[in-house]
């Protein structure tokens, strides 16, 4: 079983929609959670940073991690042309040792 | 302020050459990683340092070396190149104890 399982998709979704995205992991003794944008051909840009459970509101951005069903999602509202990337999730415990999903294509349609 | 720095953007390298990609890191970060990323493949962990003068095996180590003679540089060594190390290279720095992790803007990588 793999440590981290993200929905490659693709996800295509119009302009002003709500997107939803999400991880699943196996170890429960991880305790920070990320999101990355990585447009093509750039490197992976922190989105957002999460320690242990919650929620987390960053503008349009919503991380929320349930470490009960070691899942983790990111919430993308009014979605923008320029929201087009890939998102990678990632997470790590106390080791600085971190562990990505293979991140989920998303296109906004204008 | 620059974060992490990786040189070159691009190279095109024979089969059987030998090259080295440069990163640094002005955040005084203790641990520095290298990963290659392959289409639909993810992120995969190369080798990792967790400070000066200490470096470990990652997932995928082969065929690579790496070296950390001070906190800010970490560069990656390409041994006799193969065709199966084509691939897009990141060099990524986090502080000790956090869970943040910083990415450079890659290295773009192709053997001929």
């Known amino acids: 079983q793999k440590e981290v399982e993200q929905d490659p998709g693709p996800l295509s979704v119009p302009e002003g929609a709500i997107v939803s995205l999400n991880c699943t992991y196996s170890?429960?003794?991880?305790?920070?959670f990320m999101w990355y944008r990585q447009y093509s051909r750039k490197g992976p840009e922190l989105l957002m940073y999460?320690?242990?459970?919650g929620n987390k509101e960053d503008g349009r951005f919503t991380a929320q991690v349930d470490k009960s069903s070691k899942y983790i999602s990111l919430f993308i509202r009014d979605s923008q042309p320029s929201d087009s990337a890939t998102y990678l999730c990632?997470?790590?415990?106390?080791?600085?040792?971190?562990?990505f999903g293979t991140g989920t294509s998303l296109t906004v349609i204008p | 302020n620059a974060g992490v720095t990786q040189t070159p953007k691009f190279r095109i390298l024979k089969i059987g050459q030998s090259m080295t990609l440069q990163c640094t890191q002005d955040?005084?970060?203790?641990?520095m990683y290298w990963y290659r990323q392959d289409p639909g493949m993810g992120l995969k962990l190369i080798y990792y340092?967790?400070?000066?003068?200490?470096?470990d095996k990652g997932e995928v180590p082969n065929g690579y070396n790496v070296s950390r003679s001070t906190t800010e540089d970490f560069p990656l060594r390409l041994e006799l190149a193969a065709p199966s190390q084509t691939s897009v290279y990141f060099c990524?720095?986090?502080?000790?104890?956090?869970?943040?992790?910083?990415f450079g803007e890659g290295s773009r990588l192709t053997v001929l």
């Open positions: 990632a997470m790590s415990g106390r080791l600085n040792q971190f562990y």
């Open positions: 999460t320690y242990s459970s």
């Open positions: 955040m005084n970060h203790n641990y």
């Open positions: 340092s967790v400070g000066a003068g200490i470096t």
């Open positions: 170890n429960s003794a991880f305790q920070y």
């Open positions: 990524a720095s986090s502080r000790m104890g956090a869970g943040e992790l910083f």
